[in-house]
């Protein structure tokens, strides 16, 4: 509800590499909404979010979620930025970045980073890799085992990462009539038209992903689904993601 836009191409206004000319901008951009009425997901409310865990914690995001997230769980399956030799275990995306530059629009013309060659073992939202492949909107590669263990902390059935307080702003609707029902992160199972199906109760939390991935937890059946596919390999392609999700 910050009134920001679902998206623009922030790599065309500010310098790869730089947050502090992507904050700049960005708190200079006239809201496309009121701010505190509609939800609206945005991938630069996100990336603004990553800049501020930045700060806060002292260190880059990948060294946080690492530290925060995958040593106290002993994942090795989970992580920004892969190893190359690890690339054959995984799935490639698009073939350059069609999709995002047919976005970008006519300010896209002007910028000359394109990817060209099929995308495979590096992030795809070029937001993200022009941050150096580590933003908080996207960038995480994994295992749909790993993703499970890490989701498993949501409904207090793991090692205890998350305290009875967290776990409970993930399953609470912060956003009620505003449009759609998110928690601290997530989108509420209650969203009218969302991707969770009649399967889930009205109190499971979720997350889906551009090229095709899903994560739905539904803390009263104690059940946890994990979809990692894949929709933009070669081409991106009109798909009704949410009919395969449910």
Do not use: K
Not at 216 to 231: A, F, G, K, Q, S
């Amino acid at each position: 509800r910050s009134g920001l836009p679902a998206w623009h191409p922030l790599y065309v206004h500010a310098a790869d590499g730089d947050p502090e000319a992507r904050i700049a901008w960005l708190r200079d951009l006239a809201p496309a909404r009121p701010r505190g009425r509609t939800v609206v997901y945005s991938c630069l409310g996100y990336i603004l979010l990553g800049f501020a865990m930045e700060r806060i914690g002292g260190m880059s995001l990948d060294r946080l979620f690492q530290d925060r997230v995958t040593r106290p769980l002993g994942l090795a399956d989970l992580s920004y930025l892969p190893d190359p030799g690890e690339r054959r275990r995984i799935a490639a995306t698009e073939e350059g970045n069609d999709r995002e530059r047919s976005l970008a629009g006519p300010a896209g013309d002007r910028y000359n980073g394109w990817r060209t060659g099929v995308i495979w073992g590096e992030v795809h939202d070029n937001n993200a890799r022009t941050l150096g492949g580590v933003s908080a909107n996207a960038g995480l590669f994994g295992t749909a085992r790993a993703v499970y263990l890490v989701a498993r902390e949501t409904i207090g059935s793991g090692r205890g990462l998350l305290g009875e307080e967290g776990r409970a702003q993930l399953g609470a609707n912060l956003t009620a009539g505003s449009g759609e029902d998110r928690s601290a992160g997530f989108q509420m199972a209650s969203s009218p038209g969302c991707s969770a199906g009649p399967a889930l109760s009205g109190s499971a939390f979720g997350h889906t992903g551009f090229t095709g991935t899903s994560l739905w937890i539904d803390p009263e059946t104690r059940r946890i689904y994990v979809l990692l596919t894949n929709r933009v390999h070669p081409r991106f392609r009109e798909i009704d993601m949410n009919a395969i999700r449910r």
